[in-house]
């Protein structure tokens, strides 16, 4: 999987910008260690997180794509994981479940896992 594949998915399948917080929050639950996804689907994430994280979310915006940003760069740093789990924390219990289910449903539909 290419970033240019995903990119190329994002054209052709837009997120809204609920769906942009879901990815949002999937890269932060990447970067805390909790994510049960294999290596392939997260490095297929991380690719769509970069092809949408300028796209706007209702409720994720630029401090959160910061602190993925420190983070990514961080990855010994045990209090930025830390700050990470709390952030993606709050931020699944504001997104509703049937939204992230409906996001993950259509992300794997659609192919953008190949």
């Known amino acids: 999987m290419t970033a240019e594949y995903v990119r190329q998915w994002v054209l052709e399948h837009p997120l809204s910008?609920?769906?942009?917080?879901?990815a949002t929050a999937v890269m932060l639950k990447?970067?805390?260690?909790?994510?049960?996804?294999?290596?392939?689907?997260?490095?297929?994430?991380?690719?769509?997180?970069?092809?949408?994280?300028g796209c706007p979310g209702v409720i994720l915006g630029t401090d959160i794509h910061a602190l993925i940003e420190t983070a990514r760069h961080s990855h010994e740093d045990?209090?930025?994981?830390?700050?990470?789990?709390?952030k993606r924390v709050l931020a699944e219990t504001i997104i509703s479940r049937p939204v992230m289910k409906g996001f993950k449903g259509m992300i794997r539909a659609e192919g953008v896992f190949g």
């Open 17 to 22: 910008p609920a769906h942009v917080d879901c």
């Open 30 to 53: 990447i970067l805390d260690g909790k994510c049960k996804m294999d290596a392939e689907e997260k490095a297929v994430m991380a690719l769509l997180y970069d092809a949408v994280k």
């Open 78 to 86: 045990d209090d930025i994981r830390e700050f990470v789990y709390e």
